[in-house]
């Protein structure tokens, strides 16, 4: 493992003084997926689950958003960035519910198997499968996209290549100034941690009951698709929620209450 990176960008919405502070309600740490920065809990997640009455916050990993560690990003692997959410982790007054998407939702397992985590919930997760199946399965359907999501270059993101992966991570009716938002944090992602994801490596599971677990899923979602998502929820003993009327980067959708609404639900019943 590489050494810690201390230097993390971290978005944080507290909730205002005329909100009620209960103290059983717990912090929520939210892990991006890959290609991407903590800006995309920011835009909507943050501050409604803050207007509920929890300390939410968001990290970038290393090499990615502003956070540090980019001169070494591709060679930084799924654990390295486990070591930067316990950090985060550690700095907060009491632990996190950790919410995590697509690759973040991966990065949450790995702590999940070797970690004492409050709780946890698994957005759009990779499966047990990993990333191969997914890359088979594109090949299929689109071989443009995967060519596109191989050679992804955010410092070259034309208007050709968002169209070509639009489809595959919004809903056709994304709100098109969240999309242009987007488009400027997207950011390269390491090769190793797309290695780690392509072996999945499941052969650490934590305990059944050790934490309590959501798994939460979109049928419009392209890359990890409802059937993904039941793998993984079956994998952990537990059962998916698949919501409708949304893609992959569910938390961007117009309908982005829905997820975070199914969230809140989950949380409160801890």
Known sequence: MLPV???????????ARGVKRNGRR???LFVHGGYSDGWFWDAYFLPWFARQGHAAHALSLRGHGESGGRDSLFVVGLDDYAADVEHVMSQLP??????????????????????PVRAAALMA?????GLLGIAARLATESPETLMQMIQ??????SAHVLEALRPYYFSDDVDLATLEEASHHFCAESPRA?????????????????APLLVLGADGDRICTPDDVRATAHHHGVDAEILPGLAHMMMLERNWEEPARALLRWITTL
């Open 26 to 28: 717990p912090p929520l």
């Open 5 to 15: 990176e201390l230097h993390l960008e971290l978005r944080s919405r507290l909730p």
């Open 94 to 115: 009491v632990p996190p519910i950790l919410i995590g998407h697509s690759m973040g939702a991966a990065i949450c397992e790995r702590l999940l198997a070797t970690r």
């Open 152 to 157: 992804f270059d955010p410092s070259r993101l």
């Open 125 to 129: 997760p990779v499966p047990p499968s």
């Open 194 to 210: 797309l290695l780690d994801l392509s072996l999945r490596l499941h052969w650490q599971l934590p305990e059944r009951g050790s």
